[in-house]
């Protein structure tokens, strides 16, 4: 992938989680015109579970390469939807750990990301995983303010909100 031009120091660049949800579309819309209204930019985060232990190490190693695959696949396919809504490419970080202790990592790493946007599930379940920890025990720890938009919101709607 193309690295994205450097980052001016008073940019503000919008952090969003890459996952395989239906509510993703949501939150990478609203970032992504969010920083095109605002002179902004888009960063994009997936994290790539660790693999089962294997007792066998190539096996351990392949299934790591698989996912590492995988990861650029999905992430490239929303980088590219990003810089058509905003005409830059985003900012691309692929990690391997657990989501929440991997975006808390790259938030204190990374002084440019000034807003973390989530898009609430979609189900009647609740929230989703990530903002139910992140908006209870966690909250405490993020420097940065965390838009979450509801995750059933159609183009027309976030359109209207940014």
């Known amino acids: 992938m193309v690295d994205p031009a450097p980052l ?47 007792h066998w190490m190539a096996l351990e190693s392949l299934m790591r390469e698989e996912k590492r695959e995988e990861a650029e696949e999905l992430v490239g396919r929303h980088a590219d939807i990003v810089a058509g809504l905003t005409g830059a490419m985003p900012v691309i970080h692929i990690r391997e750990g657990l989501v929440h202790d991997e975006l808390l990592a790259l938030i204190d790493e990374d002084p440019t990301i000034s807003i973390l946007v989530l898009a609430a599930a979609v189900s009647d379940t609740g ?13 405490g720890r993020l420097r940065v303010p965390l838009t979450i938009v509801p995750g059933s919101l159609t183009d027309a709607q976030i359109d209207v909100l940014t």
Do not use: C, N, W
């Open 127 to 139: 929230p989703g995983p990530l903002i139910a920890a992140l908006s209870t025990k966690l909250i």
């Open 8 to 54: 001016e120091a008073h940019e503000r660049v919008f952090l969003v989680v890459v996952d395989d949800s239906p509510e993703l579309r949501v939150s990478l819309r609203y970032a992504a015109l969010r920083a095109r209204r605002t002179g902004g930019r888009v960063a994009l985060l997936h994290v790539m579970e660790p693999p089962d232990r294997q």
